[in-house]
């Protein structure tokens, strides 16, 4: 069968990258230029095909030097195919813009093609040779289009947050930057959010609830998830399995008897409403969390604790939390981004805008009466202070979830 010989694999390969690549970047040739591209995937998957049977067949000869050339060759083709007019370029676009374009294609896909094809021979391939192609063709792409979905809407709102009403009136389709403006022109949307929005209050607020969240949840499931791993007591395991039903339970169910009590008590316009409420929703996933950490830890430590004359208590603070920092980090930081991230119960509880958290802060912004620049400011800034604490706290969050689902 022919699909089983690597220049099958190679046709294959390349034909898939190239019309990939050229989708890829003629969304970013758009997204950039603020221009429609006209889009032409035959081309580039030709190229690409011709470059995919030239490296399989000259792979154990290519040096630096000829990835090089094959770049530029695949860039020439390009041109050679649209008689010297790639994307049907007009007076508007730059000739210099569009040719690194093309050759971030050629080069990003001759990379690609190098990924799959490498170390596979032209003839028929073992099932191992085989079976390990797909999967890193499957994989390359996979990882590209999960990235290139996280990534550009991220784009497209930091973009927007830089433009001004005039620009976004004119062109919405234009989310290139302007080196060119000063810092107070290229940044005034933050600077008003600040200025004009008080958006300083929503930080705050939002800051102050879920750090308030955090410190409840982990003070009563910390004990609480210790107890259902190493004490015995009646209905214990019925207990532990009925603790994460709360999640069953959808949030709109529960927000409206909330709301009602909340009102008549005269709670609900406040931020202690939010204290209360978010951690009798935080704290049934940490004490699953933090339960199956806490099995994981050896019981004679335990034992040889009460030998000594340690308390329960004093055995939880002077070893099972040290012993389980990374577990209440990765717990703490799922806690706080619930919390700094929760929407529906902000909405449905806060009225007074000197009080709003960040989620619903930003939602009043929406309206017509705020430029839509200034929404996207928003957002960025309640998405970066989240991201910055997740990449510092990674290694932590990894270890504490890797080692809590090892033992039950």
């Known amino acids: 069968m022919f699909w089983k010989y690597g220049l099958f694999c ?18 970013v040739g758009i997204l950039t230029f603020g221009i429609p591209l006209e889009l032409d995937v035959n081309q580039m998957l030709i190229i690409g095909l011709v470059s995919g049977i030239f490296y399989i067949n000259f792979q154990r000869i290519i040096s630096m030097k000829i990835h090089l050339t094959a770049i530029f060759t695949m860039t020439l083709l390009v041109y050679v195919f649209n008689f010297g007019k790639p ?59 999960f990235i290139l979905i996280t990534l550009i809407p991220f784009y497209i709102m930091i973009m927007t947050s830089l433009k001004n009403q005039q620009s976004l009136i004119l062109n919405p389709l234009d989310f290139s930057l302007n080196i060119n403006s000063d810092f107070k022109t290229l940044f005034n949307s933050y600077i008003e959010l600040f200025t004009d929005f008080n958006f300083h209050l929503f930080l705050i607020n939002s800051f102050f609830v879920s750090c308030v969240t955090v410190f409840i949840t982990l003070f009563f499931s910390i004990p609480g998830a210790y107890a259902l791993a190493r004490l015995r007591f009646p209905s214990k395991k019925l207990f532990s399995s009925s603790v994460i039903l709360i999640y069953l339970i959808p949030s709109i169910v529960l927000v409206i008897p909330l709301y009602a009590i909340f009102s008549q008590i ?14 009798a929703t935080t704290i049934p996933v940490a004490l ?34 040290p012993l389980s920092k990374p577990a209440i980090v990765s717990v703490g930081l799922y806690v706080f981004m619930i919390a700094w991230n929760e929407f529906l119960i902000a909405f449905m509880f806060l009225d007074d805008p000197s009080i709003f958290t960040l989620s619903r802060g930003i939602i009043s912004l929406n309206s017509s009466e705020v430029p839509q620049q200034h929404l996207m400011a928003g957002a960025v ?19 504490g979830l890797s080692t809590g689902g090892v033992k039950e």
Not at 10 to 22: N, R
């Open 10 to 27: 190679s046709i294959f390969a390349g034909s898939i990258w190239g019309a990939f690549w050229q989708i890829i970047f003629t969304m």
């Open 87 to 145: 994307y049907q370029i007009n007076e508007s676009l730059n000739n210099i813009n569009i040719f690194i374009l093309i050759f971030l294609t050629s080069a990003v896909t001759w990379i690609s093609i190098n990924f799959s094809l490498n170390k596979i021979s032209i003839g028929k391939l073992s099932r191992y040779d085989l079976e390990n192609f797909y999967i890193k063709l499957m994989w390359g792409l996979g990882l590209i289009i």
């Open 266 to 279: 005269g709670l609900r316009n406040s931020l202690f409403a939010l204290i209360i409420v978010y951690p």
């Open 288 to 321: 699953y969390m933090l339960r199956g950490y806490f099995s994981s830890l050896s019981s004679e430590i335990d034992e040889a604790a009460l030998m000594d004359g340690l308390s329960r208590v004093q055995i939880i603070f002077k070893i099972a939390i």
């Open 381 to 399: 800034i309640a998405t970066i202070p989240v991201m910055i604490i997740f990449l510092y706290l990674e290694k932590f969050l990894i270890s």
